[in-house]
C-alpha cells in the first residue's frame, strides 16, 4: 500500500516543501530539495541517511562500496518516487550491491516499491510516479565511471526506437524518462508483467506448449526485425529480458538496451550472456546483427524444453556445448577467429575432447568432461529430436537449426524468421 500520507499532490514548489516536511529532512536534504522546480513525495516515514558534507567517501555516503546507491525504506528519490518495499534484501545486501529500506524517494517523486533486478551495472526497481500518479520500471545505474558511456549509448538508443515507434507497435519496452539523481542516472521504464524466466519458473521448467512457445517467437522476431531495421543490435537477448506486457496474456516486449549499440559503431569486444553467446563472439571473429538471432534460437529452444539448450560453465565449455551438437566449424570461421587457439590445437582439432587420426585419414573423436565433470558428447554426437524432448517436428528442428547456423551469413534474419513456415503455420 502506498504510503500516501507525505505525497503531494500536483507537487509543491521546494520552499513551500521544506517548511511543511523540514523536519523529517536530513541536513543535506534541506539543501539539495531546493534544486527542485517541483517536490512530489519526500519519503518522510524512511529511515534517512545522516550524510556529513566532509565525508567525500562512496559519493557522500550514499553509495555502497561498488557504487550502488544504497535505498532506505520510505526514502525519496528525485523528491518525486518513493521505495515500498524489499525482495530479497538481505543476500543482495550481503553481496555489496544495495542496502535498502521500503518507502524511499527518488528524484522526490518516484516511490519505490520493490527491487526487481539488480546486476554488475545497474538496479531495476518497481516505483509509483507521485507525478503522473502511475506505476514504472525505474533504472538506477551505477555510480561508475565506466558505466557512464554506457549508459548514454543506452538512453540515445532508446529515445532513438522511441522516436522509430511512436505507437508503441513494435514490441519494445520504452523509456519514459530520465535524469540524475545524488550522482546516478536514472532511466524510467512502462512497468511490465514476469520476465520468461519467471515464467519458467513458475511452471516448474516444464517448458510451454509449441503454440504459446510460437506466440512468443512471432513477439520477439517483430521486435527484431524493428531492432535491426534501425541498425542495432541489442547483444544481451535471454529469457529475462523478454517480459510480458500484461499477466495472463502472450504479448511480450524485448527490454534492456544497456549492452546494446549501432552496428557500424561497434564499442564492446566481447557480448552476450554466456548461454546465448554466438560462436563468433566467443571465438573472436566480426559480429552482426546474427548474434541476436543466434540468443533467438537458443531461447526458443528453452521455452519449449524449460531448461537452457547450451548452459556452458565458461566460454570453452560453451563452444564444447555448440560443437557437441552442431560438429565442427567451417575451416573459414577458424581462419578469422582472434581466440581460435583457446578452443582447438594447431591442427584444428577440437581441445575439449580427444581424437584420433587413422592412417586411411579417418578421424574418431571422444568425448570429453566440463571442469565440474559434466559429459560433453563429441563433435555431432547429440541428437534434435531427444534435445526437444522427443516432441518437435521437422518443421521445428529446422527452424532452430537455421537460427543456430555457425556462419552467421547462413542464419535466418529476423524478417526471414517470420516467413518461415513453422512460424507461419497454424496449430490445430
Known amino acids: 500500500m502506498l504510503n500516501a500520507s507525505n505525497a503531494l499532490g500536483k507537487g509543491l514548489g521546494p520552499d513551500v516543501a521544506l517548511r511543511r516536511f523540514g523536519s523529517k529532512l536530513t541536513t543535506f536534504e534541506k539543501s539539495e530539495i531546493m534544486n527542485y522546480e517541483n ?41 518525486r518516487y518513493e521505495i515500498l518495499k524489499v525482495m530479497g534484501s538481505g543476500s543482495f545486501a550481503n553481496k555489496g550491491h544495495y542496502i535498502l529500506n521500503i518507502h524511499d524517494h527518488i528524484g522526490y517523486r518516484y516511490e519505490i516499491l520493490k527491487i526487481m533486478g539488480s546486476g554488475s551495472f545497474a538496479n531495476v526497481v518497481q516505483a509509483y510516479d507521485h507525478a503522473k500518479k502511475e506505476f514504472v520500471a525505474l533504472k538506477i545505474v551505477k555510480n561508475k565511471k565506466n558505466f557512464h558511456h554506457q549508459v548514454k549509448e543506452e538512453i540515445r538508443i532508446l529515445e ?19 535524469f540524475d ?23 516448474g521448467f516444464k517448458g510451454f506448449k509449441e503454440l504459446l512457445v510460437k ?31 500484461t499477466k495472463y496474456k502472450s504479448a511480450v516486449k524485448v527490454i534492456d538496451f544497456g549492452c546494446s549499440f549501432f552496428e557500424d559503431e561497434r564499442i564492446y569486444t566481447y557480448i552476450q550472456s554466456r548461454f546465448y553467446r554466438a560462436p563468433e563472439v566467443i571465438l573472436g571473429c566480426d559480429y552482426g546483427k546474427p548474434v541476436d538471432m543466434w540468443s533467438f534460437g537458443c531461447i526458443v529452444a528453452e521455452l519449449f524444453t524449460g531448461h537452457p539448450l547450451l548452459p556452458g560453465e565458461d566460454a570453452s565449455d560453451q563452444l564444447a556445448l555448440i560443437i557437441e551438437l552442431l560438429g565442427l566449424p567451417p575451416s573459414k570461421i577458424l581462419k578469422t577467429s582472434k581466440r581460435a587457439m583457446n578452443f582447438f590445437s594447431a591442427d584444428g582439432f577440437p581441445l575439449y575432447c580427444s581424437h584420433k587420426v587413422f592412417d586411411d585419414g579417418f578421424i574418431a573423436y571422444g568425448s570429453g568432461k566440463s571442469k565440474r565433470g559434466k559429459h560433453r558428447g563429441a563433435p555431432k554426437t547429440r541428437n534434435w529430436i531427444a534435445t526437444l524432448k522427443n516432441e518437435a517436428d521437422d518443421l521445428f528442428i529446422d527452424f532452430l537449426r537455421r537460427c543456430l547456423q555457425w556462419d552467421p551469413a547462413c542464419r535466418l534474419t529476423a524478417s526471414d524468421a517470420l516467413q518461415h513456415p513453422w512460424i507461419k503455420r497454424k496449430l490445430p
Do not use: Q, T, W
Open 160 to 178: 532513438k526506437l522511441g522516436h522509430e515507434d511512436p505507437d508503441g507497435s513494435a514490441k519494445i519496452g520504452h523509456i519514459v524518462d530520465h
Open 39 to 79: 517536490v512530489y513525495f519526500v519519503g518522510s516515514a524512511a529511515k534517512k541517511h545522516v550524510v556529513l558534507s566532509s565525508i567525500k567517501k562512496n559519493n557522500n555516503g550514499f553509495d555502497d562500496e561498488k557504487g550502488h546507491y544504497i535505498l532506505n525504506i520510505h526514502d525519496h528519490i528525485g523528491y
Open 181 to 203: 539523481f545524488r550522482n546516478h542516472k536514472c532511466i524510467v521504464f512502462e512497468l511490465m508483467s514476469y520476465n520468461l524466466f519467471d515464467l519458467l519458473k513458475m511452471n
Open 215 to 245: 506466440k512468443f517467437a512471432h513477439s520477439i522476431l517483430e521486435s527484431l526485425e524493428f531492432v535491426h531495421r534501425h541498425n542495432i543490435i541489442h547483444a544481451d537477448l535471454k529469457p529475462e529480458n523478454i517480459l510480458l506486457k
